[in-house]
């Protein structure tokens, strides 16, 4: 009598995107015709580059020959594509060994199954507000026994809040935590971490056996010089730190997926062995896993190269230039608004008093504009929404004129 | 202090095919300039037809350009393709919907994921021998307390032998079980369940409220059209089996990476509501994955056009008159063969007594070909061994003309 891993019911209903999803499709079905300005989801939307493209195509032509056609690879991925990420990690002073990347269809199913490395037990803490991957794959695996719907949070979760006043990065645990997930750049809130916070959260890490699961995948939109853009420019991360990222965001793959997570040698956690942790993940992977696609990856290596990087980091500076578009929109109406400097993400707070959805709602029906509601990142996210900054120019510029012109900030009593 | 998983620890050492790769690097070391023959890994050697080609080389295109580029696509998979996966099950008959295929990036992920969905004490039945994924993240996943050295078995696992006298399809469980994972046609033995074979296993689900984990990986293989090529043959398999199929073995995609997984709405377990299940599915594909690559999914979308099925079902028939080849030799050395008929693996007993990894070595040293030690699988793979019909047709039949040439199968002292 199979029965079902009770773990998924605890899932809260109501994800983000579908709702999303589902209000602008009722909007849509009242008001036919009309068009919706889309900053909502953060998916890519510009062409990939030359560089990408050519590596693409050779790799689908070789795939045409039998001479040159190849089957499975390694499931860690090919050597030469982790070769090409040492290179650069070693341009910002990171010095990593091509074993320790495994390469992945995406930082999401990484980020998702990180936590299957540690015991059900692990006390888990998760930025708030966070992408909900976090939450709900350890929701999934068992580490929260409920949630709490007063609070909206998870029992026995630890939620590292990242406050207005802090410019939203939050502070190291005050307790003893096991797992600590953190998204830099931030997704929803666009913060992005200095040198002597990702510091503090290593030396807690370091000092109480704790694992840091480090989702990069918006490393390269952070332009600030000073900032660190990999957790192991911090001295000690090694031995603490798990760093994901991806090639979604930077080149353009959110839908030929690639990925990477680094599990250093070094790594440790109580009890384990030194070297443990990566020879557990190169299992893992070997076993639930087959390998990313010779396409992406091929992709990947292009994007690696020197003219796919100045090609992908063109697109990159595309989209920051929308975020400043938008900032600039956003700011002419006296709205608050934090990140879209380091991050292609917007987090503004909500005027009027009005909450998440009601400010969605309002933005929906007033200008026909979608943005994502903060709440459904977490309690934290409550009053503010999330502009992203992906989308063709054009589009960027008619929804921050559609708001400029249709918004109406004066009426507090129109709801 | 984050812990491990120390499932992992359970996991039984020397997985098959590093152990393979590992005593082939030392052969060809002792050996330098030697040609091996490689008949061990199942992995696809011939290049992709032209009608996949021309679907992927055309998603490229549309990726070069901002007019047709996309993103993220829904996490279950593109509906053409899914509605292309509908028509290609009703050609036998399977209705199914569209929303019930899940697209995913391997059976291999979704065979070892598909666990998640039911409770970690529930008792796990396993061919023997099989494919090492679907023990492995059982193990993982907490199922098994301990692997059994003396008996090569991991604790609390039902194993479902397949006897020889029995041609390999193994009895229902005599006992309660509540997962049943199935490989049909088996890998490695190359059995094939024929309809009342089938239509036990889904009798016993039903009844005891199982769920059959059926993995149809290499259908396309079956030749002999009395034989199912879905689960879904049998009346009732809809409330009690999960079907995991894949486009690496029978389109060429090992290296491109697409699979597919179908959770039928009428699926129902002990406690769980109809639909339940499917629900749970998809919200676990949410959580965890995030669409296998478009470009992938362009090519299997190629792949089921009629053209795309006649090319992909000629390579079939190409790897199978490989198979034959195969079966010819090594029965004109009075070496007893299983499978190949309708499976692109054979099932050879080991002669003179020896062990699988002994004649692994004994086919190595003297004939410098490599296939796959049948205990790899499992205790009761032991004295077997598996040959592959993977291969370009030269190095297929140079490969049995080495064995004719050299295999030594008088001398039963030499070792």
């Known amino acids: 009598m199979a029965q079902i891993n009770q773990n998924y019911r605890k899932l809260a209903a109501g994800y983000l995107f579908p709702e999303i999803a589902r209000r602008s499709k009722s909007y849509l079905e009242a008001h036919p015709g009309t068009h919706l300005h889309r900053l909502g989801i953060g998916n890519?939307?510009?062409?990939l580059p030359p560089a990408i493209i050519e590596g693409l195509r050779e790799q689908v032509e070789r795939l045409a020959s039998n001479a040159t056609?190849?089957?499975?690879?390694?499931?860690?991925?090919?050597?030469?594509?982790?070769e090409a990420l040492v290179s650069y990690y070693?341009?910002?002073?990171?010095?990593l060994q091509a074993d320790e990347f495994f390469i992945s269809d995406g930082a999401k199913a990484d980020a998702a199954n990180i936590q299957s490395l540690?015991?059900?037990d692990s006390i888990v803490a998760i930025q708030d507000p966070a992408y909900p991957v976090y939450v709900d794959s350890n929701v999934i695996a068992g580490r929260s026994p409920s949630f709490d719907h007063s609070r909206g949070y998870y029992d026995k979760f630890v939620y590292l809040q990242g406050l207005e006043e802090e410019g939203f990065v939050p502070?190291?645990?005050?307790?003893?935590?096991?797992?600590i997930y953190l998204c830099n750049p931030n997704n929803p809130t666009g913060a992005v971490a200095n040198h002597e916070q990702l510091k503090g959260f290593v030396t807690y890490a370091l000092k109480h056996k704790a694992v840091i699961i480090y989702d990069a995948a918006y490393s390269e939109y952070i332009s600030d010089a000073?900032?660190?853009k990999s957790i192991y420019e911090i001295e000690g991360a090694q031995q603490c730190a798990i760093e994901i990222n991806s090639f979604s965001k930077f080149a353009g793959f959110t839908g030929v997926r690639l990925g990477w997570t680094i599990v250093p040698h070094a790594l440790v956690s109580e009890e384990s062995e030194v070297g443990e942790l990566h020879k557990m993940w190169y299992r893992r992977q070997c076993t639930f896993f087959n390998g990313a696609s010779n396409i992406a990856q091929a992709g990947g290596l292009a994007a690696l190269t020197p003219e796919g990087l100045v090609q992908s980091r063109a697109t990159v500076a595309y989209y920051m230039e929308n975020a400043r578009i938008i900032r600039e929109g956003l700011l002419g109406l006296n709205l608050k608004v934090y990140g879209g400097d380091n991050a292609p993400y917007l987090w503004v707070k909500t005027p009027l008093g009005l909450s998440s959805w009601q400010f969605f709602d309002k933005l929906l029906n007033e200008c026909q504009v979608i943005a994502t509601p903060g709440s459904g990142f977490g309690p934290a996210g409550e009053s503010f929404i999330r502009f992203s900054a992906f989308g063709h120019r054009e589009n960027i510029v008619a929804a921050m004129q559609s708001i400029?012109?249709?918004?109406?900030?004066?009426?507090?009593?129109e709801r």
Chains 1, 2 share one sequence.
Do not use: C, H, I
């Open 44 to 47: 890519t939307t510009e062409a």
């Open 118 to 120: 540690f015991v059900e």
């Open 69 to 82: 056609y190849s089957g499975y690879g390694d499931e860690q991925g090919s050597l030469p594509l982790r």
């Open 90 to 95: 070693k341009a910002w002073g990171v010095n």
């Open 404 to 413: 400029k012109d249709n918004l109406r900030l004066e009426n507090q009593n």
């Open 226 to 228: 000073t900032l660190p």
């Open 171 to 179: 502070s190291v645990p005050t307790e003893k935590v096991d797992l």
